[in-house]
């Protein structure tokens, strides 16, 4: 199984739990009152630690794009923004701002739109470069 973590809490961040421990700040002794740390002990196959999960899992989408020459497997800027909104209207928090907001780890919408294009705009000149 492939799972993807940006911060060491991640489910399967298990197979790094020495080193989210040491790294991360509440790695071991979080804030809260069990005191047991913010490290995921469950493991996984294959961890792909990224800076933003999101992005990770648009890094793979988008390599899935271009082998299976099909630009419209990666989502728009457009959806980028609804999902986003859907997740701000039902309560959902930033990751790090710890508020809803319609940005992912604290990055902001517009940031977060400028990486589908870039990902969009890979795929669609590769496409067009080796059909």
Known sequence: MLLIGDNGNELG?????????????WGKVCQCSCQSGMAS??????LLMVA???WGAYGIN????YLLNNIDLIHTERME?????????????????????????????????????LLREI?????????
Do not use: F, W, Y
């Not at 988008?62 to 794009?65: R, S």
């Not at 923004?81 to 990751?95: N, Q, S, Y």
């Open 81 to 117: 923004e609804k999902m986003l909104e859907v997740c701000v209207r039902t309560g959902c928090v930033d990751g790090d701002l710890d508020v809803p907001s319609p940005s992912v780890d604290g990055i902001s919408l517009e940031s977060q739109k400028a990486i589908i294009t």
């Open 62 to 65: 988008t390599l899935l794009a």
């Open 13 to 25: 961040c298990g197979i790094i739990l020495d080193e989210v421990q040491k790294i991360q700040p």
């Open 52 to 54: 933003v999960s999101n």
């Open 123 to 131: 795929v669609r000149r590769a496409m067009k470069t080796h059909p």
């Open 41 to 46: 002990s469950s493991e996984v196959d294959i």
